[in-house]
């Protein structure tokens, strides 16, 4: 009976290892960089449209391969999402009502709060499950 054995040399299987280490880094790097631009743009379709500084404040930025952030520069951003006044997420927001002076409509308004308009939680959740599906794939 003849044995066959089977060598996979050091050079080799270093070289291998190699190419496999370099596309699976690519491929990383490809689903980040998916999973960012998805965040962005379902943000961005979510948001709610006044002047249009809210949905332009919404960038990516590549850190390194494996890394990237989106994030909102808006500084009114956090009331959109969260509500205010008796509509606060948590009800942790102002309980009476308050009046202030509105540029937009040139007159005083007397407001309670207003609701949340969720466009960022629904947008970071949904490139979660992007991002782990696809790790998942990758790595079976």
């Known amino acids: 009976m003849r044995i066959a054995r089977i060598t996979f040399s050091g050079h080799n299987l ?7 280490s370099r596309d ?3 491929e990383i790097e490809k689903i980040v960089l998916e999973t960012v631009r998805m965040i962005q743009a379902q943000a961005k379709l979510l948001a709610p449209v006044d ?4 949905k332009a404040s919404i960038e ?3 850190i ?4 990237a952030t989106v994030t909102v520069g808006s500084e009114y951003a956090v009331y959109i999402e969260y509500g205010t006044g008796i509509y606060a997420v948590e009800g942790n927001g102002r309980q009476t009502p308050w ?3 509105s540029n937009k409509l040139g007159r005083y308004v007397t407001t309670r709060g207003q609701k ?4 960022w939680v629904p947008a970071v959740e949904s490139g979660e499950r992007h991002f782990t599906s696809r790790m998942n ?3 079976r």
Not at 116 to 119: A, D, M, S, T
């Open 64 to 67: 390194d391969k494996f890394s």
């Open 14 to 20: 270093e070289r291998a290892f190699t190419s496999w």
């Open 51 to 54: 002047d249009g500084s809210l």
């Open 60 to 62: 990516i930025r590549q």
């Open 137 to 139: 794939r990758l790595f």
């Open 24 to 26: 699976v880094e690519n």
């Open 99 to 101: 009046t202030y002076w």
């Open 116 to 119: 949340p308009q969720q466009f």
